[in-house]
């Protein structure tokens, strides 16, 4: 808890520092954008939360140095390998040039460099066919590269309103501290708290009034640090079910899906083009906006602020299944197979305008 509660506290102070002095830094850390097809705040909003996160990682773990150095090692190893990821978002926050083509390539540096640091690739899945594949090296390499950077991009891409992605996030890393607790492995369960923590910390700026904003690199960065401790969990620990951290992980992984299926197969355009048509933006225009209808900037915030539960609601939907079946690779798949067609339904009903009357907010 000593890690959780050091992360917290320092990424409390570093948003504290970035928003009471925002006017130094906001003309090149602001968010100045209001009018896109993805923007639902109001005024300049700085966006590089992600250096709070990662000052309270960085803080949390390397006191382990003082207490047990190789869980501060591991640590070490896992903080460094987020550099790349974590520098291309930033530069990304602080320019808004970098592409999305250069953001996932560093997320496979990150991965590669973890990967090979601590020896530890995707060498089997459960599924069948595919472990015969990723038993030869070097297709188990890439395929951990490509989940890593994967994942990453995920948790960018659901970052979308005030506490959405870092709430769900630190949602996925207190499942991953109790199995970690649960099979004796303090290395990953300190790391997860560590993460639990310096997302707390941010969140009491971001939610719910928005005041700052995780930014790609915060994004990017947690999504990392997910992936790679899903990765480590069951790789250094048999018992659990390989499809435990899929599950886990699998509101953002089908949100990517479905945004490619959509992009590609129904709208014949790039899967790398933005829009304005993921689940969290329907909810926010057909459910809640019909709650607060209002161009009043407090009450757009208020609105903003009304979208994330519906999604941490849903997430807990995948997270709780698989705490309980963290062993059971059978029951993880059909709880996984369960949530995609729960996702597909909500998604379907609320776009047909068919949205359950229990999902609205009466005034």
């Known amino acids: 808890m000593s890690a959780l509660l050091s992360a917290l506290l320092t990424s409390f102070l570093v948003c504290l ?12 850390s602001g968010d100045h954008e209001n009018a896109g097809i993805q923007k639902f705040h109001q ?3 700085p966006r590089i939360g992600g250096v709070a996160i990662f000052a309270g990682l960085l803080v949390a773990l390397l006191s382990r140095w003082t207490t047990n150095a190789d869980i501060a090692r591991f640590g070490a190893i896992l903080l460094l390998s987020s550099l790349p990821c974590f520098i291309a978002g930033l530069i990304e926050d602080l320019t808004k040039r970098v592409g999305i083509k250069e953001r996932l390539a560093a997320c496979f540096i990150s991965a590669g460099i973890c990967g090979y640091s601590l020896n530890t690739w995707l060498g089997e ?7 015969t594949f990723l038993a030869i090296p070097a297709i188990s390499i890439a395929f951990t590269c490509f989940s890593v950077a994967g994942v990453a991009n995920a948790f ?5 309103y005030h506490g959405l992605s870092s709430a769900v996030a630190a949602i996925i890393l207190l499942a991953i501290a109790y199995v970690a607790f649960q099979v004796n492995d303090t290395s990953i369960m300190v790391c997860a708290f560590a993460g639990v923590g310096a997302l707390l910390g941010f969140l009491i700026w971001n939610y719910p009034k928005g005041l700052i904003f995780l930014g790609d690199s915060g994004a990017y960065l947690v999504g990392f640090w997910v992936a790679e ?4 969990l069951v790789a250094r620990n048999p018992d659990v079910s390989k499809w435990f951290p899929l599950l886990l992980c699998f509101y953002p992984i089908f949100e ?11 709208k014949r355009s790039s899967p790398g083009l933005p829009d304005a048509a993921h689940l969290h933006q329907v909810i926010y225009k057909r459910v809640v906006r019909w709650a607060i209808g209002s161009t009043d900037p407090e009450l757009l915030t208020q609105r903003n602020a009304i979208t994330a539960p519906y999604l941490w609601i849903l997430s807990s939907m995948a997270a709780i299944p698989a705490l309980l079946f963290w062993r059971n690779h059978i029951a993880l798949k059909i709880c996984t197979i369960l949530f995609a067609l729960t996702y597909i339904w909500l998604y379907w009903a609320i776009v047909r305008f068919k949205t359950p009357r229990w999902l609205l907010i009466k005034k």
């Open 43 to 45: 005024g300049i909003v």
């Open 229 to 232: 401790l899903s990765i480590l």
């Open 156 to 160: 960018n891409i659901i970052d979308g």
């Open 17 to 28: 520092v970035l928003v009471r002095y925002q006017h130094m830094h906001a003309h090149i």
């Open 256 to 266: 990517t899906l479905f945004t490619i299926y959509r992009r590609l197969l129904l």
């Open 125 to 131: 899945l459960q599924f069948f066919g595919l472990d």
